[in-house]
């Protein structure tokens, strides 16, 4: 399977503490996006990550790359009680640019 | 701007029955997606037009999915006849540009499909 396995699947944390979540691939990429789908709604994109960079920054939002370990994390600093969401990370492949791979998600749950 | 737009939103339909769901792009968008996510898996793709025509059906289940996209502008999945395993959310997205590399994808609300 090419599908990005994020980890863990499930993640309970106090309202102010970082979550961390991570991502790992089977192929090599073109980038890694990472989106968030509230319950019962949309997919929402919140940051892309090219193979060739290591780090990007969103605001409360950090992610890592490491295309040698075919794996990515995703921070989020100082977590409200609005960040509890699934959070699913996609990669595009190489050689296909036109097809995302998804995980099954890390469901996060931000306790106020 | 209007985002990517699905109906119906959500969608009860006994085993054997006919869906058909619908998907508005962002206007301009030539590459439309479809995805799935059933029982709380993965996401999965299903298929990818460009404009009208089909360029990646790689992902359909089986015959008993249809998809058209009449005109490049919406496009509609057909289930026929619905299975209790398609039970799931349908997600429909769009983009602008020929390929992800730095093209954001834009993602529908999504049609949750229950069968009984």
């Known amino acids: 399977s090419q599908q990005g396995e994020e980890d863990p699947q499930a993640l309970s944390i106090q309202e102010g503490e970082n979550a961390t979540m991570n991502c790992s691939y089977k192929?090599?990429?073109?980038?890694l996006q990472w989106y968030r789908q509230n319950s019962g709604r949309g997919l929402v994109h919140l940051i892309l990550?090219?193979?060739?960079?290591r780090e990007k920054h969103s605001g409360r939002l950090r992610v890592t790359l490491d295309t040698s370990k075919k794996s990515s994390s995703l921070l989020i600093t100082a977590s409200r009680a609005a960040d509890t969401a699934s959070y699913f990370c996609?990669?595009?492949?190489?050689?296909?640019?036109?097809?995302?791979?998804f995980g099954s998600g890390t469901k996060l749950n931000v306790k106020p | 701007e209007a985002g990517v737009t699905q109906f119906p939103s959500h969608s009860v339909i006994e085993k054997g029955q006919t869906v058909t769901l619908r998907c508005d792009p962002i206007?301009?968008?030539?590459?439309l997606y479809w995805y799935r996510r059933v029982m709380g898996k993965e996401i999965k793709f299903l298929l990818h037009?460009?404009?009208?025509?089909?360029?990646?059906e790689s992902g359909m289940p089986n015959n008993r999915f249809l998809a058209e996209r009449t005109g490049g502008t919406y496009s509609t999945l057909k289930v026929q006849p619905a299975e209790l395993e398609d039970s799931g959310v349908y997600f429909c997205?769009?983009?602008?540009?020929?390929?992800?590399?730095?093209?954001?994808?834009?993602f529908g609300e999504g049609s949750w499909l229950t069968v009984v």
């Open positions: 037009f460009v404009k009208e025509s089909k360029q990646d």
């Open positions: 997205a769009s983009s602008q540009g020929g390929g992800f590399a730095g093209n954001t994808i834009y």
């Open positions: 192929t090599s990429i073109n980038n």
């Open positions: 996609a990669t595009v492949p190489r050689d296909n640019f036109n097809k995302f791979y």
């Open positions: 990550i090219r193979s060739n960079e």
């Open positions: 206007s301009g968008h030539d590459n």
